[in-house]
């Protein structure tokens, strides 16, 4: 049933696939394998790699694939988003956006190890420039280093970290030099230690870190009431500290078989707690979430059978 074109592949139906298509816009029918592998425009996002950098094995394949982890304690999340983003990769307009936001960037970009080690290491590199500043003028503001580079360190690091002055002279016998050094290291150590406070301060306050003791059920359930099915999980908080104004909102993650891209992100209405109302939840109790399972539900099959009529 399937042929090869110059303009594509196509489907047993007649519809040529699109370059980045996995299922037939027109019949639904999912394209081959051997087709997926040929060359063509590159997915905006495709699988991604576990947290040990390896791809999904056979094992996960049959346990299912999920687009957002459960491996915490008690089978919770642990906020890794099973999704890599292929086209924000080697794309020099991508890193354009991102020197945009160089902040954000280097907070989300990298782990708390290495943002520490490139604290230090900033550090330590001023510790030295000034040191080496401040062996060049020790003659001129008797600052008594001797030609000692140790002197000249030790000098620049009380400075800059103000845990005491060794200098023989504070004054530093009155040079010009001595007063725009010890203004611009001051003035350096003032906007390098905003910018790691602020920064370990963010890395640190994470709303992901505090949704750790949010807990969700294992298993959603289908109920039926008085005919009409709704969709009913329930959500809790583990710690004695409640949340306020805490708000929930559901997406369901389905395939998309008219459109060129294999999943979409549609939003769920909720009955309960009311989304009109801002979905908010109260977490000092367990909470029901329900969601009505309609024609406008993206459960519904009815939702998927007007969706093709479109």
Request: charge should be neutral; proline fraction near 5%.
């Amino acid at each position: 049933g399937y042929s090869s074109e110059e303009e594509g592949e196509a489907c047993e139906c007649g519809n040529i696939f699109m370059p980045d298509a996995v299922y037939c816009r027109k019949c639904g029918l999912k394209r081959p394998e051997d087709d997926l592998a040929s060359p063509g425009a590159p997915p905006i996002w495709s699988w991604s790699r576990d947290r040990w950098g390896t791809w999904p094995g056979k094992a996960q394949e049959q346990k299912g694939f999920r687009f957002l982890d459960r491996d915490a304690p008690l089978g919770q999340s642990l906020g890794v988003w099973n999704v890599r983003r292929l086209a924000c990769e080697g794309k020099r307009e991508i890193q354009r956006l991102y020197m945009r936001d160089i902040y954000h960037t280097f907070i989300d970009g990298s782990s708390m190890t290495a943002q520490l080690l490139i604290y230090s290491a900033t550090y330590i590199s001023c510790f030295l420039c000034f040191a080496v500043l401040y062996l060049l003028i020790s003659d001129a503001c008797a600052l008594g280093m001797d030609g000692k580079f140790v002197r000249a360190y030790y000098l620049s690091l009380q400075t800059m970290v103000t845990i005491g002055y060794g200098a023989p002279d504070p004054y530093y016998n009155d040079c010009w030099e001595g007063t725009i050094l010890l203004t611009c290291q001051s003035l350096i150590a003032y906007f390098l230690n905003a910018l790691v406070i602020g920064a370990v301060f963010v890395r640190l306050t994470r709303p992901q870190a505090r949704a750790n003791t949010i807990l969700f059920s294992h298993k959603a359930v289908i109920q039926e009431i008085d005919g009409a099915h709704y969709l009913v999980f329930q959500v809790c908080e583990a710690k004695a500290h409640d949340l306020i104004q805490a708000h929930v909102t559901c997406y369901c993650i389905r395939h998309d078989r008219k459109g060129e891209q294999a999943y979409q992100a549609i939003p769920m209405r909720l009955q309960q707690p009311d989304d009109e109302h801002g979905g908010m939840l109260l977490l000092t109790l367990p909470s029901k979430v329900v969601h009505r399972i309609d024609n406008w539900s993206p459960l519904s099959p009815a939702f998927d059978a007007e969706r093709r009529q479109r």
